[in-house]
């Protein structure tokens, strides 16, 4: 039964009369009114708690790339791919920075300065990189051009023939002369008896018109524009060129794990007849997109789902893009991948709940034992007031059989009077929520009994003679003495 205070305050204490007249007094808070506001608060509170932590582990991360040389294909793939995942408004986000290449991409790496980058995997990659993807595969081609004029001599068909004579390096990456040397060293030719002369890959036709070696290699995807360039070159000048074949890039693989046995398809470079004529054996090297290992795997597993996701978009813009593929997640890979990669490779990428329903979970358990730990505190807090509470009811429910048994209207007063007192003692343990609504109610009931007895009381007293009432206030005066 729900009483309100209106009607609390509805019947006098002090007389009988109506305090209707008087100001009443405020309303107290329900102590059920105050828990449910709490419990919203505390609800609100974990909404936001819950927000922000989406917030926070979903906002978007800039990783810094680097990758080189200037105007290559690689810059251009990784622009691309730093437009596509800012217009798809993607978790991850790419900063490029440029490097003179690929050693120095490497080094940026290694140094802690970039947390991904392209790299050769011919090269020494840092211990702190793991692979996240393969950019693009290269073969290596080596040719001929046919000698003219006073230079016309034997022409050149195998690698074995290569000691006394000059080969051409395209590009001016030391990685290229390096490559070089590990395929005449394969094929018994002492490195030291080769003259090797580099060109930048815009000097190549003008190296080649003018004939400053007798055999050229170029390194590069099988589809490569500066390799195509050089070969037309070589067959506008001089004729058609001379394939050379690596026949033991199976050999060169097995002692070289960084290197592939591959083979250059006919006809890869065009031409009628084509060039070549036949397919060619060779060897081949990959380009890898690394991450540092310190790159969080949720971070680096976003990129990687999301490079392999605009790469489509990109084919038609860059035909590298349709060369990239996953990495080698073999325990026993030259470059170990990265957390990050092999989750997406393997399909065990976690989503945030994944990630976040443990903490979520646990949170939640905790803040709801706080609040449980919070109210039982608050509650023991309130114990001398509710026991205090409960004691004054008590004492009302004893002043009910006395106010039956008083002989004067005065004490029936006095009793009014504590009952008052009574009241706003219990008002005040209300407000401060040490009792509730249900005990108010019961203190309720009491007050309107002891509101009765008393008028009962005073209506029996007042019913008889005066003359009585001084006997018997004597009488009890005499009992009393």
């Known amino acids: 039964m729900k009483l309100s205070l209106k009607r609390l305050f509805g019947r ?18 329900s102590a059920a009114r105050k828990t ?28 810094r790339i680097a990758v080189g040389p200037a105007n290559s294909d690689d810059v251009k793939v990784v622009q691309a791919l730093t437009q596509g995942f800012a217009q798809h408004k993607s978790y991850v986000r790419l900063r490029p920075i440029q490097t003179d290449g690929a050693t120095a991409s490497a080094t940026a790496l290694a140094e802690g300065k970039v947390d991904l980058a392209i790299v050769r995997g011919d090269l020494d990659v840092p211990k702190n990189a793991q692979a996240v993807a393969t950019l693009r595969k290269n073969v290596v081609v080596l040719w001929s ?17 290569l000691a006394g004579h000059r080969v ?11 490559l070089l040397k590990v395929i005449l060293q ?74 592939e046995a591959s083979e250059i398809p006919a006809g ?26 310190g790159v969080a795997e949720a971070e680096i597993a976003a990129f990687t789902r999301q490079l392999f996701a605009v790469r489509q978009q990109l084919v038609a813009e860059f035909p590298l893009a349709a060369k990239i593929e ?15 990669a092999a989750a997406f490779v393997d399909g065990e990428e976690k989503t945030f709940l994944d990630k976040y329903s443990d903490y979520i979970w646990w949170s939640l358990m905790a803040l709801s034992a706080m609040g449980s730990i919070g109210a039982w505190f608050a509650g023991y807090l309130k114990k001398d007031e509710r026991d205090n509470s409960n004691h004054q009811r008590e004492r009302l429910l004893d002043m009910i059989a006395a106010a039956r048994k008083c002989e004067t209207t005065e004490e029936l007063d006095q009793m009014q009077t504590e009952a008052d007192e009574i009241l706003r003692d219990t008002l005040r343990c209300f407000d401060h ?37 001084r006997a018997s206030a004597q009488f009890r005066a005499a009992g009393t003495a």
Do not use: C, W
């Open 168 to 178: 051409g390096v395209v590009g001016r990456t030391q990685a290229n002369v390096n």
């Open 268 to 293: 890869a470079y065009g031409g009628s007849p084509a060039r070549p004529e036949e397919e060619i054996k060779t060897i081949s090297f990959a380009h890898h997109i690394v991450a540092r290992k």
């Open 12 to 29: 006098s204490m002090t007389g009988g009369l109506d305090l209707a007249e008087a100001p009443p007094p405020p309303s107290p808070r």
């Open 186 to 259: 394969q094929y018994g030719v002492d490195p030291a008896k080769v003259e090797i002369v580099q060109f930048p890959a815009n000097e190549v036709a003008e190296a080649i018109k003018g004939q400053k070696a007798d055999v050229y290699l170029a390194a590069g995807p099988v589809n490569s524009k500066i390799t195509a360039d050089a070969i037309a070159a070589t067959t506008k000048d001089f004729g058609a060129p001379s394939f050379i074949a690596i026949d033991s890039a199976d050999a060169i693989a097995q002692n070289h794990p960084i290197y």
């Open 145 to 161: 051009v046919p000698a003219k004029g006073r230079k016309k001599g034997a022409k050149i068909t195998r690698i074995a023939q």
């Open 36 to 63: 449910a506001l709490v419990s919203l608060a505390f609800l609100l509170a974990i909404v936001g708690v819950v927000a922000a932590s989406y917030y926070f582990a979903m906002r978007p991360v800039t990783l």
């Open 433 to 469: 929520g040490a009792i509730e609504e249900a005990a108010l109610t019961a203190f309720n009931i009491a007050l309107d009994q002891f509101h009765a007895a008393v008028a009962d009381r005073k209506a029996v007293l007042f019913s008889l003679p005066p003359n009585l009432q």
């Open 326 to 340: 996953t990495p080698d997640t073999d325990k026993d890979a030259v470059i170990p991948v990265h957390p990050g």
